[in-house]
Structure formats: structure tokens, C-alpha cells
């Protein structure tokens, strides 16, 4: 039997508001070891925002991350899953769409993350990725 994403996921995964500056946000990340944020208004996923999009949508634009929110830079067209759904489905849209890492969502409400190493670890626990997503993060 497959396995659901909901078995493979991270749950509660680190929110913030659209009007959060990216320095927050990068704040948040570094706290955490992660690097992504989902977007989040009202209990409503709106956004996701990853260490690379404050990189390149911000820093390399020259703007300000204490005063540039992730509502101003956050990818906010994306693929979501449910905690049902299959685990190969989240490994198919991500290699449909070329992402790392999807939100898991009841609705639009967020109630976790699945990213690629989480799906590593689920396909082939000895496998590179992983080994390096089971790494402590660098700080």
C-alpha cells in the first residue's frame, strides 16, 4: 500500500503574514532550520516564500529586506497537496513543475509541508538525500 503524504510530511510548518519583512522571515528560518516559510492571512495559505526567493527577488534587486514583505516577493500560484493523497502524486508534481517542496493543505488551510528530502528519506532511507535531509541544518 502507498504511502499518504500525510505520513511523510512535516507538520505545522512555520507560518507569517503577508506584511512580515524578509528579514522576519529570514529570522524565522535560521530559528527553525528550514528554508522555506508558508504565507499564511487569516488561517488561509496564501503564499510560500523559500531562502532563495528573498536571494534572488530581493537582496540581488538591491531591496530592502527590513522593510520588503514576503507578501512582496512570495510565490503565491501553487501546487498543493492533501494529506491523502498518495506520496508519488507529491513526487510526480514536483518533478511536473520543477519545486522542492510542497505545502499540505486541508482546504486552504496549511497543515503541513512535504519537501524532497522528506520524500528521500520515505523511497530510500540510505540514499544521499537522504542522508544530507536528515543533517542538522547549518547555522
Keep these: 500500500m502507498a504511502q499518504k503524504v ?6 505545522v510548518p512555520v507560518a507569517v503574514p503577508p506584511r512580515c519583512s524578509l528579514a522576519e522571515a ?4 535560521r530559528a527553525h532550520g528550514i528554508g522555506d516559510v508558508l504565507v499564511v492571512e487569516e488561517g488561509r495559505l496564501r503564499g510560500l516564500v523559500t531562502d532563495r526567493d ?18 512582496d516577493v512570495c510565490s503565491a500560484e501553487l501546487v498543493t497537496v492533501s494529506t491523502a493523497d498518495d ?5 510526480r508534481l514536483m518533478s ?14 496549511p ?12 523511497r530510500d532511507e540510505h540514499s544521499v538525500l537522504a ?5 542538522p541544518p547549518n547555522t
Excluded at 500525510?6 to 507538520?11: A, H, K, L, Q
Excluded at 529570514?26 to 528560518?29: C, E, S
Excluded at 506520496?87 to 513526487?91: E, I, K, L, R, S
Excluded at 542522508?131 to 543533517?135: F, H, T
Design 26 to 29: 529570514a529570522g524565522q528560518m
Design 87 to 91: 506520496a508519488d502524486t507529491a513526487v
Design 6 to 11: 500525510g505520513e511523510v510530511m512535516t507538520p
Design 96 to 109: 511536473e513543475h520543477a519545486i522542492r517542496r510542497i505545502p499540505v493543505v486541508d482546504g486552504d488551510r
Design 131 to 135: 542522508d544530507i535531509s536528515a543533517q
Design 111 to 122: 497543515v503541513g509541508i512535504v519537501s524532497i528530502g522528506d520524500l528521500a528519506v520515505q
Design 54 to 71: 528573498i536571494v534572488v527577488r530581493a537582496v540581488a534587486d538591491g531591496r530592502d529586506v527590513n522593510t520588503t514583505t514576503v507578501g
